[in-house]
């Protein structure tokens, strides 16, 4: 099978996290969190629909999310913290790109962002902490499960934790609560879990 490249596209060294076809501000587009900046690309042909400036003192990985028609959350761990931007089209094309919140109340190192009644959750360092979406304030923080990853399971948070510790926690706004946890895997394990049916892998 022979490949053809359809288009190549900005200036920034690449990031971990893997790109993501989203719709923001009523665009389809193609989101890309690179080495010192977090972007949209046309997914036609590629062109820079925006770019806003991020730290490149440390790895990007953990996944921008969107939430809400026009806005992303943007997270880095290493200290660097969360940043809830807003897009608003230009007369003429492309965007403008305003902050709305910048906090380090949130640090994601790569674990995916759940997003649940106005509430994001997600891991601040390896700490499990609930911010409120419209402010940026911190709402609670609480266990210890290292740089894992998260899963939304209902009305529930899969937590699969560092030292192997698989836990569910209740998804909610107004206090950190385990429902259950048990041993998985012996090691450390920073690998996604899949979930299909009552299956988990």
Excluded at 83 to 88: D, F, Q, R
Excluded at 106 to 115: D, N, P, T
Excluded at 155 to 162: G, I, Q, S, T
Excluded at 182 to 195: E, R
Aim: glycine share 12%.
């Amino acid at each position: 099978v022979q490949c053809t490249r359809v288009w190549a596209a900005g200036e920034g060294s690449a990031g971990y996290a893997s790109p993501r076809l989203v719709t923001l501000a009523g665009v389809t587009q193609v989101v890309v969190f690179n080495n010192n900046s977090v972007a949209g690309h046309a997914p036609s042909d590629g062109r820079v629909l925006w770019s806003h400036p991020w730290s490149a003192r440390q790895p990007n990985v953990a996944q921008p999310l969107p939430v809400g028609p026009r806005r992303l959350l943007v997270s880095s761990g290493y200290g660097i913290g969360s940043e809830l931007i807003e897009l608003t089209p230009r007369v003429g094309g492309g965007f403008e790109v305003a902050t709305i919140w910048a906090s380090r109340r949130l640090k994601s190192k790569f674990a995916s962002m759940i997003l649940h009644d106005g509430h994001v959750f997600g891991l601040d360092d390896g700490i499990l902490a609930c911010v409120d979406l419209a402010r940026g304030q911190r709402r609670w923080k609480g266990g210890r499960y290292g740089h894992g990853q998260l899963l939304r399971v209902g009305p529930d948070l899969l937590v699969m934790a560092e030292s192997g510790d698989v836990v569910l926690v209740a998804l909610d706004g107004d206090e950190h609560r385990e429902v259950t946890r048990f041993q998985a895997i012996d090691g450390k394990v920073w690998n996604p879990p899949a979930l299909a049916g009552s299956r988990l892998l």
